[in-house]
């Protein structure tokens, strides 16, 4: 296992289509996370799993946005109807639930809505 | 929203300094855990310390914790061009089972 993966790495989309990046955690880790970047600015959380059951999800996350961990694995986060406010960077981390350990973070995936 | 509050803003040194970096927080935490960023990539987790713990070392970075201010400070020793990269704290709130960021140290280290 050689970490959190994240694809695509780069995604350039029209305005108004849909578009889904996945994620693969560090499979021995049942917490997975989404956050938000925009050039600048520290990361906002968006959602997270523990297991396959979806725990929060931010007011920053509008309907068009939906995000998945079906079997407790990989997680999809999906956009709909894409605006040019949603490029961003975003980033996917897990983590062991119990104890105090810090987030292993993919390399993300860079959005741009043209 | 954001709980942590970095500063200074950006930071520019020279290699072979140290440098330093604060973090202010608002509620009560769990933890704090300090990150760095390189240009484009990911975040890399550099170290946690616990609100009992006051001081953690971890090769040439040394953070403190004070929970009576709600401040963190990281120090990076002999800094060297590599360094250069963006640093944020997160905070591991008690009421709250996720980290929230700040909006990050910029660090130049210049050769």
Known sequence: ?114 | SQQGEEDPQALSIQEGENATMNCSYKTSINNLQWYRQNSGRGLVHLILIRSNEREKHSGRLRVTLDTSKKSSSLLITASRAADTASYFCATDETSYDKVIFGPGTSLSVIP
């Open chain 1, 1 to 114: 296992d050689t970490g959190v993966s994240q694809d695509p790495r780069h995604k350039i989309t029209k305005r108004g289509q849909n578009v889904t990046f996945r994620c693969d955690p560090i499979s021995e880790h049942n917490r997975l996370y989404w956050y938000r970047q925009t050039l600048g600015q520290g990361p906002e959380f968006l959602t997270y799993f523990q297991n396959e059951a979806q725990l929060e999800k931010s007011r920053l996350l509008s309907d068009r946005f939906s995000a998945e961990r079906p079997k407790g694995s990989f997680s999809t986060l999906e956009i709909q109807r894409t605006e040019q406010g949603d490029s961003a960077m975003y980033l996917c981390a897990s983590s062991l639930v119990t104890g105090n350990y810090g987030y292993t973070f993919g390399s993300g995936t860079r959005l741009t809505v043209v």
